[in-house]
Structure formats: structure tokens, C-alpha cells
């Protein structure tokens, strides 16, 4: 019995970090006032070029090289279009997704093509922290996992204490509730929104490339399944704050693997029905937040500095 | 110590699509130095001064900066150099503090990823604040506190950021007249700390008052320039305005005729918000071909009080009554046919939709009645005919009736909202500083039309906060003070100095006696 709550709160983690980085990087775009609802694409696209080149060349580095990389690309067009052709961010966002959505499933049909079994890496190992590991169930779960745990329970509080606690926050916050109160205190919105644009979907990249490389050791079009919209959620019900944020995260990684942990009991309940309980908690948790929605102030809308205030 | 500046501007152009907003200006402002800037709407003021700022691009001309060229391509160079501006809608985020709002690109570079010192910033802005002599409540939000209040957070934000001149946009046009005197106890302060400042404003007083220099601009070009001792305000008006206005401030009240049926009577009205109570037994009555005026600071119930009479608010107690019908359950758009007309406090929130062009803009509380709508069909061509008339008459400036309302100018935007409240005649017109904003001579001309209303049999209501004004147009005035009328008095007993006694909260009869 212990053993099987250990290994559930130790897979809790790993279900966790997808859900945490793709929203850290929705509330850090949200955060200068961009709303990019492309992730479930950028991330299926990551999590095919991740796996196949960690699959080519057996190199992890490289393998989450390419989809940081390919999510801070699809990040740099989507700021493009969006702030400088003045598009509809949320239409910008998602065609991205449409777009991202079929090169990932194109790719991995191209360079692996239809196979009987497919093929697999090894999950990233877990790296063990001496002494604490050894503690009996948070041991395995805090203390024993892979890296990317390690480095996502970081970067929420990195940027909590970023956007609270510092200048550089305030001003990186401003620019999303305000970007003429911003600029005409002297920032640089464009470079702002470019820079915060870039590493928020780069961080739905590298959750995207986390899928295979560290969680399913392999790639399946059905991947991501929706963890790319219930960041949205996530962003939305933490109100674009990271704490919060993090601790969604865990709610919606519990789902996950309370279905994994009722089908592996054999429970009397249909498996489409369980499939169907990360949305329906989706559904819950939105309409009770929806009455106390908090945004940032200018999110979607574009700056310009010489259009007449509204 | 502030540093001394001397900024140049050299034959400034700027265009904006087919308008020219300004036409090889020439400028100079210093330090130590107000600089009253005047001129109609649209002008050219605020266009100069973003240009200053780093806000707008010139398309031509060059500045300054005691002598040498300076490159001045964003706010962050203009702050950079010494210059700050503070506009008309203030720049700060309502839901951040005093404090947040005043350190927002504070620090730059790697120092800004340290932890803040919230302490030592709090112990900066108070030492300034004490050799100011005002006080500012720094962990308040910004949207809980008063207009005046936030213009000091952006003064202190100049300040802080080492200003040697800060650019005021029509400073004046959302404060009380105690705000006004301490604004410019504040600006005098500054000035002898060596701080000059740009000051705009549509009124002559202010100017004379305050400034050590003035400059005016007509339809985007310099007219003049004038130390204040050699000038006065006749003359800044026929600078301003290209001619002579006589007595700006004389209207030609025809004696009305032997009282009759008041056309409004408000009996005992109590209006109560969330157990507040923000207006007190009011009873007014108000008299076709009358003007009565509305005094005091504003909240003072001024809006409840409009709002109660367009059916907006339902009075806790009380009686409204209208040509001697009882109104007060009549919904609004009733008594709109029943010929109530309004000019709200809020062009933007209360008056107008932004978004909808000018033709449909023209037509709101109408837009049911015929002739602009049979049934559920709105008359395209009726409401053409009328937004042309709007257009015409009120002089709006605009290309065409189909543009964005949200896109016209404030004083034009103001235009539209006067010329619809009076395009038919009113029965009675209930007007809430229908001024605001305008220059001189469109002041005058909108205070005309109210008075040909009057003279015409209706009967206004004046809500305002300019004492100028309202006695130059009221028949009679009563002064609001927390909700309750403080008195009334009538034409021949006007009294700048009895009314602003009862603004503060004195009765008549104490008012008249101190
Ligand atoms: N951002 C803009 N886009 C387009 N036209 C503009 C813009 N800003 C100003 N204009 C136009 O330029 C002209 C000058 O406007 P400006 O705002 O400088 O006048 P102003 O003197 O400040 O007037 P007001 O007293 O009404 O504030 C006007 O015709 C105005 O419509
Ligand atoms: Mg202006």
C-alpha cells in the first residue's frame, strides 16, 4: 500500500511539470499582454521534433534544444503578426495551433512513417538527491525525479519573486495592464513584449518536448490531449499569478493520475468517462472562477503609441 | 538641485493623415519658468507637447536643448533629458498603489532583478513629499482616490524621476477649484525649486493667474507670444480666436414672463446608495424660461441629482413631478418623449457610444421615436439629416458623419453630445458642465445655445463648477454641499464670494452674514 501511494504522489510530480510550464509560459506572455492560445499546438509540434531527434541522435540536450527552440520561433511569429500586423491575437493564435498541430503529426509520419510498433526512447532517468530521496513517500516525489521536475518547481517561485518582488516585474507587469503607462515611463514595450512573447512559448515548447522524452518515451498524436487548452485554465484560475499557478497544476496532474490509479483498479466505470474527468473539472473550476475572473489589463489588445486613447 | 534647461523648439510640422496638426512652430521654454500655452480645440497643443515628450514623431523641425541638437525619439529620452509630461488622462494603473505607480521603470539594468527596497522607497517619496508639504497615502490603489490626488502622484513621479520641466495638459478640467489652488500653490513651490513647467488650459484666468509667460497657438501655428504683465486676457482671446469677442462672459437673458406651472418640481427627494445617503429633502422648482444653476464641488450629489431626474436612479423618497404630472416611476425613455434632455458629466461613459459613428451617435434616446425609427425600423435618411444639422450647426470637426465617435476630438465629441440634447428644443434640459473642455470661443457659443433654449420657454438645469459661468447664464443658483441645497439666491443677489461660502458648506443666511 505504501508503496503504490508513493509511486502515485511520485507520478504526480511527473504529470505535473507539462501543466506547470505550459501555463508559466501562457501567464509570462499574458503578463506583457499577450494572449497565446496556441499552446496545444506548439506543443504536439515540440513533442514530435523533440522525440525524433532524440530518437535520431539518442542526445536529451539536444532533443529539448529543438523544442525550446521551435516554441521560442512559433513564439516570435506569433508576437510578429499579432503586435505588428495588428491581428486578432486569439486568431493568430489559433491558426498557430491548427498549423503546429498538423507539422507535428506531418513530421513524425514522414521521418518514422506508419509502423506496427513504434518506436520508443528511454524516459529521462531521475536524478537522485542524496539523504532526502531516502525519506519514505515524499521522498521518491520531491526528491527523486527526473530534472525537469526540479527545474519547474523553481522557475514558479524564480518568477513569483521576479514579478513581486522586483523592478524588473513591476515593469514587466505594467506593460500588460498598461502599455502607454508603461511607455511613456520609458519602456520598451515592443522589446518587452518580443522578449516575454518568445520565452512563453518556448516554455510550452520544452513542455512539449517533456511529453516524450521524460513522461511516455514515445509519440502518439493524441499526446498532448488537451493539456495545452487546460493551461488556459490553469493561467485563468491561478489569475495569471505563478503560486497559484503551480498548485492548479497539481490538481489537474492529481486527475490525471486518480484516472490512471481507477483504471489500473479495474473500477466498473466506462474509460471514455474517465477521459472525460480533466475537462469536467476543467468545466467546474472555470465556472466557479469566471464570476471573479482577474486579466491583465491589456491583454489582447494592441499598443499604438500614436492611436488616439479610447 | 534641478538642473537649468532651455529647450528650443525649431519650426515643428506634424501631420496626421490630411490634418495638419502643426505648421513650422517655434518655441522656446525654460526652467524656472511657467509657460502658459493656450488655443482652441485642436490647436495643436497637445500634439507640440507629445512631439516634446517623445511621444509623437515630428515630421519636421528640430529641438534644442540649451543649444545643442537634441535627439528625442521616446518618452525615455524626454525623460532622460529632464522633461516629463503629464497628460490629460493621467497615466497611471488603477489597481496598482501610489507606490508601484511611482516606481514603474524606477530602477533599470541588472539592478532592477535585485529584490526592491520597499522601505527605502517609501522613506525617498516621503522626503519629498515633506519638502512639498503634502502628504500622499502610498499604498492606497490608484482608482481610490480622487482625481486631484492622482495628479500630485504624477507631479511627485516627475519629481522624482529628476524633471527640470514638466508638461502640464489642461490640468485644470477635472479639478474642484480648491484643487486648482493647491495644484498651483504646488507649481509655485516647484518653480522656486527651479522647475519649469508647460501649462495648458482653456481658461484666460488660470493663465494670468499662474503663468510668467504665454504662447498661443491657431490651427497648428505659433500666433504669439506675450510676457503675462504686457498682455490680458481680451487680448489672448482675439489671439486664440483670430477676432474680437466682447464680453465673454454677457448674455442676453430676455426678462421672462409672469411665473407659471413649474415645468420640474422636485419635492423632498432623498436619495439614498448602500445606506449612504447622497441626497438630502431636495425640493427645487424650476420655471419655463428660467435657468437655474447648480453649484458646488463636485460629489457633492450633483450627479445622483441628474441621474434621479433622467429616471437613471429611483428616489429613495420624495416626489418628482413634471408639468404636473408625477414622474417618479416614469422610465427614462418616457420622459425623454415627455422632452427631457441631457448633457451628461461623462461625454465618454454617459453620453455617447464611442465605438458607433457620429450619425448614430446623433440619435441616441431618440432612436425609438419617431421620425428616426417606424416601429422597429430605424430611417437611415432622417438620421443623416439630423447628424448633418448636428454637424453643421455645432460645428464639429469631422469628415464625415460616418466617422468613429470615439475617434473625434474631446471638445468636438462634446459638440455632438450639446447639439443632440438640443437639436429639437427641449422642453427642459438638465446640462452637467456641458463646458468642459472647450475653448473660449466654443464655450461661448455653447453657453448662447443653452441660453436660446431658456429664452425660447424651456427650462435648464446648469450643473456646474465654474462660478463665471453660471452667474453670467443663471436666473437663479442653489449650492449643493453634501447632498443638500445650501440655499438659493436669485440674479440680482448673485455673489462670487456668498456662493463659494455655501460650496464649503455655509447656509444663506450665514454665508451672507459673514
Ligand atoms: N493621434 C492622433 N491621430 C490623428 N489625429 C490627431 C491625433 N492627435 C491629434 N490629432 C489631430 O491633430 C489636431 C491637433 O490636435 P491636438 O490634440 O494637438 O489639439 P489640442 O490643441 O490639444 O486640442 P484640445 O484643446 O481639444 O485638447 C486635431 O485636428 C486632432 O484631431
Ligand atoms: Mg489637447
Known amino acids: 500500500m505504501a508503496s503504490a501511494i508513493e509511486s502515485l504522489l511520485f507520478y504526480l510530480m511527473v504529470a505535473f511539470v507539462p501543466y506547470a510550464l505550459a501555463s508559466y509560459g501562457i501567464m509570462i506572455s499574458g503578463r506583457v499582454g499577450l494572449f497565446n492560445v496556441s499552446g496545444e499546438g506548439v506543443m504536439l509540434l515540440t513533442a514530435s521534433a523533440a522525440f525524433l531527434t532524440t530518437y535520431k541522435t539518442s542526445s536529451y540536450m539536444l532533443g529539448f534544444m529543438v523544442g525550446v527552440g521551435l516554441g521560442a520561433l512559433l513564439g516570435a511569429i506569433f508576437t510578429f503578426v499579432s503586435d505588428k500586423l495588428k491581428i486578432n491575437q486569439f486568431i493568430v493564435g489559433l491558426t498557430l495551433f491548427i498549423f503546429a498541430t498538423g507539422l507535428g503529426g506531418f513530421l513524425y509520419k514522414v521521418i518514422v512513417g506508419v509502423v506496427l510498433v513504434p518506436p520508443r526512447v528511454q524516459v529521462l532517468s531521475p536524478i537522485k538527491i542524496p539523504v532526502l530521496s531516502d525519506i519514505p513517500i515524499i521522498g521518491p516525489m520531491l526528491f527523486s525525479q527526473n530534472i525537469l521536475v526540479y527545474i519547474t518547481i523553481i522557475l514558479g517561485l524564480l518568477f513569483h519573486y521576479i514579478l513581486f518582488k522586483t523592478h524588473f516585474g513591476l515593469k514587466l507587469r505594467a506593460v500588460g495592464d498598461s502599455p502607454r503607462v508603461a511607455d511613456v515611463l520609458g519602456v520598451n514595450v515592443g522589446l518587452m513584449r518580443y522578449t516575454f512573447g518568445i520565452i512563453g512559448s518556448a516554455l510550452m515548447g520544452l513542455a512539449g518536448a517533456y511529453l516524450p522524452l521524460c513522461f511516455t518515451g514515445t509519440f502518439t498524436e493524441t499526446i498532448v490531449s488537451g493539456r495545452g487548452w487546460i493551461a488556459i485554465a490553469i493561467t485563468l484560475f491561478g489569475r495569471w499569478n505563478p503560486v497559484p499557478i503551480i498548485f492548479g497544476s497539481l490538481v489537474f496532474s492529481g486527475v490525471e493520475v486518480l484516472v490512471y490509479w481507477l483504471q489500473a483498479q479495474r473500477v466498473a466505470v466506462p474509460y471514455q468517462f474517465l477521459l472525460m474527468l480533466p475537462f469536467i473539472v476543467t468545466l467546474l473550476i472555470l465556472i466557479y472562477t469566471s464570476r471573479r475572473l482577474e486579466m491583465p489589463l491589456s491583454i489582447g489588445k494592441h499598443y499604438d503609441r500614436e492611436a488616439i486613447e479610447e | ?514
Do not use: C, W
Not at chain 2, 305 to 328: H, Q
Not at chain 2, 441 to 447: G, P, Y
Not at chain 2, 489 to 511: D, H, N, P, T, W
Open chain 2, 1 to 514: 538641485m534641478v538642473i537649468f534647461l532651455r529647450i528650443e523648439l525649431i519650426d515643428i510640422s506634424k501631420s496626421f493623415g490630411d490634418v495638419k496638426a502643426l505648421d513650422h512652430v517655434n518655441l522656446t521654454i525654460n526652467s524656472g519658468e511657467i509657460l502658459g500655452l493656450l488655443g482652441e480645440n485642436g490647436a495643436g497643443k497637445s500634439t507640440l507637447m507629445n512631439i516634446l515628450f517623445g511621444l509623437y514623431r515630428m515630421d519636421e523641425g528640430e529641438i534644442r536643448i540649451d543649444g545643442r541638437p537634441a535627439r528625442i525619439s521616446s518618452p525615455q529620452d524626454a525623460i532622460s533629458k529632464g522633461i516629463f509630461m503629464v497628460h490629460q488622462q493621467f497615466k497611471l494603473i488603477p489597481t496598482y498603489t501610489v507606490l508601484d505607480n511611482l516606481f514603474i521603470n524606477y530602477v533599470k539594468g541588472m539592478d532592477s532583478l535585485k529584490p526592491r527596497r520597499v522601505k527605502d522607497e517609501v522613506r525617498i517619496v516621503e522626503e519629498l513629499m515633506k519638502s512639498l508639504g503634502f502628504y500622499l497615502p502610498l499604498d492606497e490603489k490608484i482608482g481610490n482616490l480622487p482625481l486631484g490626488v492622482q495628479q500630485r502622484v504624477e507631479i511627485i513621479k516627475a519629481f522624482l524621476r529628476g524633471a527640470s520641466i514638466i508638461i502640464l495638459d489642461e490640468p485644470t478640467t477635472n479639478l474642484t477649484p480648491l484643487e486648482v489652488e493647491e495644484l498651483f500653490k504646488l507649481m509655485r513651490d516647484l518653480k522656486k525649486k527651479g522647475i519649469g513647467f508647460v501649462f495648458i488650459t482653456h481658461k484666460l484666468r488660470e493663465v494670468m493667474e499662474i503663468a510668467d509667460r504665454v504662447a498661443v497657438l491657431r490651427k497648428g501655428r505659433l500666433v504669439g507670444e506675450r510676457r503675462i504683465h504686457e498682455t490680458n486676457p481680451e487680448e489672448l482671446v482675439e489671439m486664440m480666436v483670430g477676432q474680437r469677442i466682447e464680453n465673454l462672459y454677457q448674455f442676453e437673458l430676455k426678462p421672462s414672463e409672469q411665473r407659471m406651472e413649474p415645468v420640474l418640481e422636485l419635492r423632498d427627494v432623498v436619495y439614498a446608495e448602500k445606506g449612504i445617503l447622497k441626497l438630502k429633502n431636495i425640493s427645487i422648482r424650476v420655471y419655463p424660461g428660467e435657468i437655474y444653476g447648480i453649484a458646488g464641488i463636485a460629489g457633492n450629489g450633483q450627479s445622483e441629482l441628474l441621474n434621479i431626474i433622467t429616471g437613471y436612479l429611483k428616489p429613495s423618497s420624495g416626489k418628482i413631478v413634471f408639468e404636473g404630472k408625477d414622474i417618479t416611476n416614469t422610465p427614462i425613455l418616457k420622459r425623454i418623449e415627455l422632452g427631457i434632455r441631457v448633457i451628461y458629466e461623462d461625454r465618454v461613459r454617459d453620453g455617447a457610444l464611442p465605438s458607433l459613428p457620429i450619425f448614430d451617435n446623433s440619435i441616441l434616446g431618440d432612436h425609438v421615436f419617431p421620425p428616426f425609427a417606424k416601429g422597429k425600423i430605424l430611417n437611415r435618411d432622417e438620421i443623416s439629416a439630423r447628424a448633418e444639422r448636428i454637424v453643421r450647426i455645432f460645428k464639429v470637426a469631422t469628415p464625415s458623419i460616418s466617422k468613429i465617435a470615439g475617434r473625434l476630438s474631446g471638445g468636438n465629441l462634446q459638440k455632438l453630445m450639446v447639439g443632440r440634447a438640443l437639436d429639437k428644443q427641449p422642453r427642459l434640459l438638465v446640462a452637467y458642465t456641458p463646458t468642459r473642455g472647450l475653448d473660449v470661443a466654443t464655450t461661448r457659443f455653447v453657453l448662447e445655445k443653452i441660453v436660446e433654449v431658456r429664452n425660447n420657454g424651456g427650462a435648464v438645469i446648469y450643473i456646474g463648477e465654474d462660478l463665471d459661468e453660471l452667474i453670467s447664464i443663471s436666473d437663479r443658483i442653489g449650492v449643493m454641499y453634501k447632498g443638500e441645497l445650501m440655499g438659493e439666491l436669485q440674479r440680482k443677489e448673485f455673489s462670487k464670494e456668498v456662493i463659494g461660502k455655501m460650496m464649503a458648506g455655509y447656509r444663506l443666511a450665514e454665508a451672507m452674514s459673514k
